[in-house]
C-alpha cells in the first residue's frame, strides 16, 4: 500500500517476527517466516511478470483513504467464513522437514527390505536342506551297500553347485544394496548437518500505526514457533486503540484463524489481508521488521528476559527519533502524532 491513514489510531499494521532464543553480537539474524503456522527459514521466490494484484487501488488518489481500504480489501480474497481456510491448507514443508521425511522413509524401507531376506534366507535353507544327502535309515544300513554307477551323483552335485553360487551372487548383490543405502543416508545427514539448525525461538508481534508510524507495542512469546492465535489476541486487545477502524495483516495461521475473526467483531473494525506472495502491501510493517533486526544485529541475549530489555529500548528509541517515512520530515513519531491529534 502506498497510501496512508488519514489520523493515528485510525489502521494498524501487525505482523509477527521470530528471532532465535539466543543470540551472538554482530552474528546475523535468519530470514524467518511463520505464516503458514510453522517456521520458514527461506521463502521461495516466484520468478515472471509482475501479476496484476488489489494494491493497485491505492493508485487512484481521487479514492478517500478508508473507501481506498475498503476496495482494497474487497479485491483480496476473502478469508473463509468459518476462519479456518488457511489452517487448512498445509504449507509446503521446509528444507529440514523434506530431509527428516526422507530419512524416515528411507528407514521404513530398509525394514521391510530386512523382513524380505529373512524370508528369503528361510526359504534357502529349506532348500539347501533338502540338497544335502540323507542320512540312511535303518533298514538301509543293515542292507549290503550297492556300488554306486559312475557318474551317477555327478547332476545333483552340479544342481548344488548351481545353488551355492545363486547365493553367492544373492549376497553379493546384498552387499551392494546395503551400501547403496549408507551412501543415501550418509548424504541425508550430511545435507541436514549442513542446514543451520536454530531449536528455540522467540515470537515478537509487532504493532505499528499506519499513519504516525508509532510502535505501540512489541510483546513477546517465549512459545516461539508454537504461539498461537488466542496468544496473538490476548497481547493485541491491551494495544487496539479506541478508533480503529482497520488493521492490516499477512495471511498468516494466526490471523486468520477463527479467534482473531471474533476479536475484528467486537472490537468493530475490519481486517485487511494482504494479497499472497504481496508483503509489500504490508510494508510499513515489512520496513519495521527490518529495522528491528538491523538494530538487533549487533546485540547479544541469552534469554527472553534479556531481549525484553533489548525491545523496551528499541521502543523509546525507535518513537523517538527523526522518521523519514512521515509527510513532515525531521519529525519522530511521537512527536508527529501529537501535532496531528492537536490538529
Given at each position: 500500500?502506498?497510501?496512508?491513514?488519514?489520523?493515528?489510531?485510525?489502521?494498524?499494521?501487525?505482523?509477527?517476527?521470530?528471532?532465535?532464543?539466543?543470540?551472538?553480537?554482530?552474528?546475523?539474524?535468519?530470514?524467518?517466516?511463520?505464516?503458514?503456522?510453522?517456521?520458514?527459514?527461506?521463502?521461495?521466490?516466484?520468478?515472471?511478470?509482475?501479476?496484476?494484484?488489489?494494491?493497485?487501488?491505492?493508485?487512484?488518489?481521487?479514492?478517500?483513504?478508508?473507501?481506498?481500504?475498503?476496495?482494497?480489501?474487497?479485491?483480496?480474497?476473502?478469508?473463509?467464513?468459518?476462519?479456518?481456510?488457511?489452517?487448512?491448507?498445509?504449507?509446503?514443508?521446509?528444507?529440514?522437514?523434506?530431509?527428516?521425511?526422507?530419512?524416515?522413509?528411507?528407514?521404513?524401507?530398509?525394514?521391510?527390505?530386512?523382513?524380505?531376506?529373512?524370508?528369503?534366507?528361510?526359504?534357502?535353507?529349506?532348500?539347501?536342506?533338502?540338497?544335502?544327502?540323507?542320512?540312511?535309515?535303518?533298514?538301509?544300513?543293515?542292507?549290503?551297500?550297492?556300488?554306486?554307477?559312475?557318474?551317477?551323483?555327478?547332476?545333483?552335485?552340479?544342481?548344488?553347485?548351481?545353488?551355492?553360487?545363486?547365493?553367492?551372487?544373492?549376497?553379493?548383490?546384498?552387499?551392494?544394496?546395503?551400501?547403496?543405502?549408507?551412501?543415501?543416508?550418509?548424504?541425508?545427514?550430511?545435507?541436514?548437518?549442513?542446514?543451520?539448525?536454530?531449536?528455540?525461538?522467540?515470537?515478537?508481534?509487532?504493532?505499528?500505526?499506519?499513519?504516525?508510524?508509532?510502535?505501540?507495542?512489541?510483546?513477546?512469546?517465549?512459545?516461539?514457533?508454537?504461539?498461537?492465535?488466542?496468544?496473538?489476541?490476548?497481547?493485541?486487545?491491551i494495544l487496539l486503540p479506541a478508533n480503529l477502524q482497520f488493521l492490516i495483516s499477512d495471511r498468516g495461521t494466526h490471523f486468520t484463524a477463527q479467534a482473531f475473526l471474533q476479536l475484528a467483531t467486537e472490537a468493530n473494525f475490519?481486517?485487511?489481508?494482504?494479497?499472497?506472495?504481496?508483503?509489500?502491501?504490508?510494508?510499513?510493517?515489512?520496513?519495521?521488521?527490518?529495522?528491528?533486526?538491523?538494530?538487533?544485529?549487533?546485540?547479544?541475549?541469552?534469554?527472553?528476559?534479556?531481549?525484553?530489555?533489548?525491545?523496551?529500548?528499541?521502543?523509546?528509541?525507535?518513537?523517538?527519533?527523526?522518521?523519514?517515512?512521515?509527510?513532515?520530515?525531521?519529525?519522530?513519531?511521537?512527536?508527529?502524532?501529537?501535532?496531528?491529534?492537536?490538529?
Open positions: 500500500m502506498s497510501r496512508t491513514a488519514d489520523k493515528p489510531g485510525q489502521t494498524l499494521n501487525v505482523d509477527l517476527l521470530f528471532v532465535p532464543a539466543c543470540h551472538l553480537a554482530d552474528v546475523k539474524l535468519p530470514a524467518v517466516s511463520g505464516s503458514s503456522g510453522h517456521l520458514v527459514v527461506e521463502r521461495f521466490q516466484g520468478v515472471g511478470p509482475e501479476p496484476e494484484y488489489p494494491g493497485r487501488v491505492f493508485e487512484d488518489l481521487d479514492l478517500e483513504y478508508a473507501e481506498a481500504v475498503r476496495a482494497f480489501a474487497a479485491a483480496s480474497q476473502p478469508i473463509s467464513k468459518s476462519g479456518q481456510g488457511s489452517m487448512e491448507s498445509k504449507s509446503p514443508p521446509t528444507e529440514i522437514q523434506q530431509l527428516r521425511q526422507a530419512e524416515t522413509q528411507l528407514c521404513n524401507e530398509r525394514r521391510e527390505l530386512r523382513k524380505l531376506r529373512e524370508l528369503e534366507d528361510a526359504n534357502w535353507q529349506v532348500v539347501w536342506e533338502q540338497q544335502r544327502d540323507e542320512k540312511p535309515s535303518a533298514q538301509k544300513r543293515v542292507q549290503p551297500k550297492v556300488r554306486a554307477r559312475w557318474g551317477a551323483r555327478k547332476p545333483h552335485e552340479e544342481e548344488r553347485k548351481c545353488l551355492r553360487a545363486d547365493r553367492r551372487t544373492h549376497m553379493k548383490q546384498r552387499q551392494q544394496q546395503d551400501e547403496q543405502w549408507r551412501l543415501a543416508r550418509k548424504s541425508l545427514r550430511e545435507k541436514m548437518t549442513s542446514l543451520p539448525m536454530v531449536t528455540a525461538w522467540i515470537a515478537i508481534l509487532l504493532v505499528t500505526d499506519n499513519c504516525s508510524r508509532q510502535c505501540l507495542g512489541l510483546p513477546l512469546f517465549v512459545a516461539g514457533s508454537h504461539v498461537t492465535a488466542e496468544m496473538v489476541v490476548a497481547a493485541l486487545r475490519l481486517h485487511v489481508v494482504i494479497a499472497r506472495h504481496r508483503p509489500q502491501s504490508n510494508g510499513i510493517a515489512e520496513r519495521f521488521v527490518r529495522t528491528l533486526k538491523e538494530w538487533l544485529a549487533d546485540k547479544a541475549w541469552a534469554s527472553d528476559k534479556d531481549l525484553l530489555e533489548f525491545l523496551r529500548l528499541f521502543l523509546l528509541e525507535y518513537n523517538d527519533r527523526p522518521h523519514q517515512g512521515l509527510s513532515i520530515p525531521g519529525l519522530s513519531p511521537n512527536e508527529f502524532a501529537k501535532r496531528l491529534w492537536l490538529m
